[in-house]
């Protein structure tokens, strides 16, 4: 009975004591009901049989891209590498000097990649912004810097970027309140996530959209009228109008989701492919989705990850070294929820109206945690924030039906 009274006591504590950071709001909302995993959303085998590419030669290749039917990726470390055959070939590097992955912050991490037309690749890390890369001649530019505010506010977690015809770059910050490695506080807390216009003539950007929960990955319509957005914690993808007569205005593109929408990408025809790395159902839910009503326990929840770290910082910032550097970055990073992760593949494809039509799934344990899927040639790779591989399926598998 002591115990419990003195587990309220705490409870009360972390959640009530005044000024105890992270300094976020939290506010009740209500999550979505996930569609069931039946009609396009049942079980297929269209992932199964993956490969496991350049395995402990690159390290969570997170948000891929392919042009003229290569393949390029990033590497932890700041490589950005191309498939070249059966070799991983380094065409530029985005990092910065750092000890080790754990100084994640100073390393940097880059978390999505896209081709503009004119053959630039577009590189996004977390904690810096966003570089343009001469894939031929190695050559970077760092285009958008997230060191000063932007719009009013300090952009804290870059997450994804997608260009247009004219050149326009589209990008999002998935938080305006907590870096990438306290990726869970964010999640906890209300909504900081952003859609940015930068234009390159001018060199500005413009806010398109505000207060999304954990913005995440983007991608034009065909005919770029309107951008998609995946809004993480809340399962479900947002359209903004670029053209027409919604111009300027956004609505729910996909709701209700089966799991959070990661990375997104147009396929060959024409559909958007949505990774969905952490699945959910209506009989297991996600554990933000059972928090969502409850504003107290969501700060209780923010408080004691935020309270946990602080001692491994504090040695950390006194004697840095490798074990509180290491569990500092761990603590808030997804790296803890890794047990919690499914072993089947999902990726939900709709059209141009949000309508979902097919699904890319696998029922078998080749590869997990996948991120992103890019198709090029005969193949869809792979990405993963966690694998320290590249996965491949062949597309079009020979076999009786
Ligand atoms: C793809 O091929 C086109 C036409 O040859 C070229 O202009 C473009 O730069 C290439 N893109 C890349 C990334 O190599």
Redesign the pocket.
């Known amino acids: 009975m002591t115990k419990l009274l003195a587990i309220f006591i705490v409870f009360i504590a972390i959640a009530f004591l005044p000024g105890l950071p992270p300094e976020l709001d939290f506010t009740p909302y209500t999550p979505s009901e996930p569609m069931d995993f039946t009609g396009p959303l049942a079980p297929n085998d269209k992932l199964n049989g993956a490969e496991k590419l350049f395995e402990g030669k690159i390290v969570n290749p997170e948000g891929l891209a392919s042009?003229?039917g290569?393949i390029y990726a990033s590497s932890r470390g700041g490589d950005i590498v191309k498939v070249v055959g059966d070799k991983l070939v380094t065409i530029a590097n985005i990092g910065h000097q750092c000890e080790g992955y754990w100084e994640e912050k100073k390393c940097g991490r880059s978390l999505g990649m896209a081709?503009d037309s004119?053959?630039y690749?577009y590189v996004v890390d977390a904690y810096y912004g966003i570089f343009k890369i001469n894939?031929?001649t190695g050559k970077v530019g760092h285009l958008i810097k997230t060191d000063q505010p932007i719009a009013g506010k300090p952009v804290k977690i870059a997450n994804s970027v997608v260009v247009g015809k004219d050149s326009t770059v589209y990008w999002t910050a998935s938080s305006c309140d907590t870096t990438f490695d306290d990726a869970v506080i964010a999640m906890f807390g209300d909504a900081s996530g952003r859609l940015f216009k930068f234009d390159p003539a001018t060199k500005t950007n413009t806010l398109l959209l505000d207060k999304i929960h954990f913005a995440n990955g983007l991608a034009l319509s065909p005919n770029e009228d309107f951008l998609i957005v995946a809004e993480t914690v809340r399962c479900r993808v947002i359209r903004y109008w670029l053209k027409g007569p919604k111009q300027g205005t956004s609505d729910v593109f996909v709701d209700g989701l089966p799991g959070i929408p990661d990375n997104i990408k147009v396929n060959t025809e024409g559909l958007f492919d949505i990774t969905v790395p952490l699945q959910r159902t209506k009989s297991i839910p996600l554990a933000s989705d059972l928090v969502a009503p409850y504003p107290l326990v969501r700060r209780f929840l923010a408080r004691l990850f935020y309270l946990m770290e602080v001692p491994f910082a504090m040695i950390q910032e006194n004697y840095p070294n490798f074990y509180s550097g290491l569990i500092t970055h761990w603590i808030g990073s997804f790296d803890p929820l890794l047990p919690l992760f499914p072993k089947e593949l999902l990726v939900v494809q709709v059209d141009q109206n949000g309508k979902v039509v097919s699904s890319l799934q696998s029922t078998d344990d080749k590869v997990n945690l996948i991120s992103d899927v890019v198709v090029a040639g005969n193949y869809y790779y792979l990405g993963s924030p966690f694998n320290n591989y590249l996965g491949r399926v062949k597309k079009t598998k020979v076999k009786a039906e």
Do not use: E, H, P
């Open positions: 042009a003229n290569s081709f004119k053959g690749l894939v031929n």
